[in-house]
């Protein structure tokens, strides 16, 4: 059975920075692809940034320049650095992990505040 754990979630200032862990525990097949979520109150979830076993990375518009998704040495841990962040940046953020032949399995989600 495979549980996706996020953590790292807090509140911080505008400006601030944060770091979000994900891993997944279970039996581990193989990851095709990484990926961070989020969703504000009143909105749909939306991409924040996502990585592929090749190693490419992508970026929702509203991240690309502050925040930087990369694996970690035991490759089932994805992280997301989160600089300069913004009072709309917070939201609950969700990691996803896409497991060859298994699909799509979810984390329960960090929350993210920004605010003074």
């Known amino acids: 059975q495979v549980q996706i754990v996020e953590s790292g979630g807090g509140l911080v200032q505008p400006g601030g920075s944060l770091r979000l862990s994900c891993a997944a525990f279970g039996s581990i097949f193989s990851i095709l692809e990484m990926a961070w979520y989020r969703q504000a109150p009143g909105k749909q979830r939306e991409l924040v940034a996502t990585?592929?076993?090749?190693?490419?990375?992508n970026y929702g518009d509203s991240v690309k320049g502050r925040f930087t998704i990369s694996r970690g040495n035991a490759k089932n841990t994805v992280y997301l650095q989160m600089t300069s962040l913004k009072p709309e940046d917070t939201a609950v953020y969700y990691c996803?992990?896409?497991?060859?032949?298994?699909?799509?399995?979810w984390g329960q989600g960090t929350q993210v505040t920004v605010s003074s």
């Open positions: 990585t592929i076993s090749g190693g490419s990375t």
């Open positions: 996803k992990v896409e497991f060859r032949h298994l699909g799509n399995y």
